[in-house]
């Protein structure tokens, strides 16, 4: 190990009690349990209580990551949280996080990338870390998507769900290396995937709601032909820079949006389904969450050996594109 090694060192995830089925979705609006299961591999999603906010998920995520990496919250330099369903615009939702936590002095902030966003957190805490004046960092992505979801939408209601995962990452640390990471993105494409109110452009009015502004719209099939494009060229990238070829992979941890797009990925990659991490089925697409809670969960499960390979890639609104490599 070298001391200057950035590495995770623990994992958490929380998922809400309530368990949204597609049976349910079927007496809601004019879907099929067939189509869903068909069209995106999903079968159930977590949905939080009205009193169970963003910070709440998160911070139940991020107290397991703690107890896993044996930190205590007041060793945290840096909190930071990917999120765009914060509790409130104000202040950002990793102040909530860092009162809950009872961390009085680290620099906390939110991170807004959507479905990269915990890709894009692990860029910024490996390159605070890598700078010499943090030594420990908490990354959390947890999202309330039920709370921006049109449940009157076919489109899209049938795809969210709620939830939060969580990394915390050390300096020094001997394992958990972060190898890489990339990120990117191309906003001429915001309109395909947004909340078009809530913000500055458009403040939420009566006529705003009227209008249903106020929940994610999704152009679907033409983010699906982007993202598996743009995930395989992430990975790809960081494949190359590093040395490594798809052989060397692991395990993938794919953005669980669509489990077509996961299979495409896979197939872009050379890799058979064995190696791919697929948690959809019982969560849904969390945004960022996704591939936190699936680290988490394949940690918990002893499923992650030491030295295994591991590539994250991710792909969501902005348009967002990221990929990560992780020596475990
Ligand atoms: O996480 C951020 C990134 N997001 C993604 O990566 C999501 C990417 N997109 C997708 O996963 C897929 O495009 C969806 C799952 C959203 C949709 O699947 P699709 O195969 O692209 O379906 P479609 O939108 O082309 O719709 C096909 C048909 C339409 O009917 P017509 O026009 O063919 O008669 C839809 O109205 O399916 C209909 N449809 C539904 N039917 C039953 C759309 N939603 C539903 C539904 N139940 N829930």
């Known amino acids: 190990m070298h001391k200057l090694e950035i590495g995770i060192a623990g994992t958490g995830y929380y998922v809400p009690a309530k368990v949204l089925t597609n049976a349910d979705l079927?007496?809601?609006?004019?879907?099929?349990?067939?189509?869903i299961r068909e069209r995106t591999g999903i079968r159930e999603r977590r949905i939080a209580a009205p009193d169970e906010p963003v910070s709440e998920m998160a911070v139940r995520a991020a107290r397991?990551?703690?107890l896993s990496a044996g930190v205590r919250p007041e060793e945290l330099d840096v909190i930071i949280l990917a999120t765009f369903t914060a509790d409130r615009p104000l202040p950002a939702g990793a102040c909530l996080l860092q009162e809950k936590l009872g961390n009085t002095r680290?620099?906390?902030?939110?991170?807004?990338a959507a479905c990269c966003g915990f890709i894009y957190g692990l860029e910024v805490?490996?390159?605070?870390?890598?700078?010499?004046?943090?030594?420990?960092?908490?990354l959390v992505a947890a999202e309330k998507l039920s709370s921006v979801t049109?449940?009157?939408d076919r489109n899209t209601c049938v795809l969210f769900g709620d939830g939060a995962g969580a990394v915390v990452i050390k300096k020094g640390h001997p394992h958990g290396r972060i190898i890489d990471c990339y990120i990117g993105s191309d906003g001429s494409?915001?309109?395909l995937l947004s909340i078009p109110a809530g913000g500055s452009a458009r403040p939420i009015t009566h006529r705003a709601i009227d209008e249903k502004q106020q929940f994610v719209k999704m152009a679907g099939r033409e983010v699906f032909k982007l993202a598996v494009n743009e995930m395989l060229n992430a990975a790809r990238m960081v494949l190359k820079r590093n040395n490594y070829d798809t052989s060397d992979i692991s395990w993938l941890i794919p953005h669980q949006a669509n489990l077509r797009i996961i299979r495409a990925a896979a197939r872009?990659?050379?890799?058979?389904?064995?190696?791919?991490?697929?948690?959809?089925d019982r969560y849904g697409n969390i945004s960022g969450a996704t591939i936190p809670v699936a680290l988490a969960e394949m940690d918990q499960a002893g499923l992650l050996?030491?030295?295994?390979?591991?590539?994250?890639?991710?792909?969501g609104g902005g348009l967002t594109w990221s990929a990560s490599l992780v020596e475990w």
Do not use: C
């Open 125 to 138: 805490a490996h390159k605070l870390l890598t700078g010499g004046r943090y030594r420990t960092a908490l």
């Open 150 to 152: 049109d449940w009157e």
């Open 268 to 280: 872009g990659l050379n890799l058979p389904m064995g190696k791919v991490f697929v948690n959809l």
């Open 189 to 191: 494409k915001a309109d």
């Open 26 to 35: 079927e007496q809601m609006v004019d879907t099929s349990d067939e189509w």
């Open 305 to 315: 050996k030491r030295g295994d390979l591991v590539m994250m890639v991710a792909f």
């Open 64 to 66: 397991s990551a703690l």
């Open 106 to 112: 680290a620099g906390s902030f939110d991170i807004s």
